[in-house]
């Protein structure tokens, strides 16, 4: 077993990401993961500089996994058993490192899991256990379990939700949340950078105030989250767009709905709905990054029956 030393910088790292994502959100930058925090007079880095596989030098064991290869993130979830695929470092199962997380393994040790969004953005998911070794495919397969799971005073929350006591079952249940929520930041990410961090409508420029708005609802949770898909709107504007105020049109012009344009409101109304009526959206750089006009007219038809 890991001693206090580590336990406690293990506990104060998660606790370091869970004030981070309270600041930042879901997606925190490399450099700030590579700087780390400070802990009792020294500073703890989060990640490896060059390596999948991190263990600071003032832990015993890893302390964070991080996904190296570029490609589909969907290819890290083994979507039949709910685990999430890490592949060794190298071919050689006996090297350093791949040895040091055989023994978070051995030792059911919590580490922390980031996978690249975007290059240099990464979404932690923690803690997550190492749960089996598999040398065939020079891999390993991890869950990701709940903050309580590491606490031994607290009886999980999730586990009360989904009324289960198996560790597998829940951290089955709990990786695919994890799942859930990579795909949304990967697409967020991926559609406000498109729009250069601003929203289509009325060019706010605050990434904190942006969303990515799916043209037509997200039916499959897995499917690739292309920028074509989705639009960057402000909050305002996509509660609006969620909500039938107006709608883009496959030409991507905005028609506003009369209702809203006959009203008689503040200057929220006047500037934020009524004067964007027929303007042309605000579109990204790339045309294949362009709104599908087929979702767009799919959707117009829903603003017309709704209108
Ligand atoms: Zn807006």
């Keep these: 077993m890991i001693g206090g030393a580590d336990r406690s910088i293990r506990l104060a790292a998660f606790e370091w990401l869970t004030e981070l ?5 879901e997606v925190l930058p490399r450099a700030t993961l590579l700087r780390g925090f400070e802990h009792e007079g020294s500073r703890i880095g989060l990640m490896s500089p060059a390596q999948g596989i991190w263990k600071p030098a003032a832990c015993e064991l890893p302390l964070s996994i991080a996904t190296t ?174 909500r039938f105020f107006y709608a883009v049109r496959p030409d991507y012009r905005i028609e506003v709905r009369a209702s809203i344009l006959h009203e008689t409101d503040g200057p929220m109304l006047i500037v934020g709905l009524q004067r964007i009526h027929g303007e042309r959206i605000h579109l990204p750089g790339r045309t294949e990054q362009y709104p599908d006009p087929t979702r767009l007219e799919r959707r117009y038809e829903l603003f017309r029956e709704a209108s």
């Design 21 to 25: 994502r309270g600041g930042l959100g």
């Design 69 to 242: 290869v570029r490609g589909p993130y969907t290819d890290a979830f083994d979507q039949n058993t709910g685990r999430i695929r890490y592949s060794y470092r190298g071919t050689d199962p006996s090297h350093r490192d791949n040895r040091g997380l055989r023994q978070v393994m051995r030792d059911r040790v919590p580490l922390v899991y980031f996978h690249a969004v975007t290059p240099g953005n990464y979404l932690p998911a923690y803690p997550v256990f190492v749960v089996e070794d598999e040398p065939a495919a020079l891999r390993f397969s991890v869950q990701v379990d709940d903050i309580a799971a590491v606490s031994t005073t607290t009886r999980s929350f999730a586990q009360h939700a989904i009324g289960e006591d198996d560790p597998d079952a829940r951290r089955a249940y709990i990786t695919a949340t994890v799942q859930r929520r990579l795909h949304q930041a990967a697409f967020r990410d991926r559609v406000t950078r498109a729009y250069r961090e601003m929203c289509a409508l009325c060019r706010l420029r605050h990434p904190e105030l942006l969303d990515a708005a799916h043209i037509t609802p997200d039916l499959d949770p897995t499917s690739d989250p292309v920028v074509s898909i989705g639009l960057s709107l402000c909050k305002l504007h996509h509660a609006a767009f969620d």
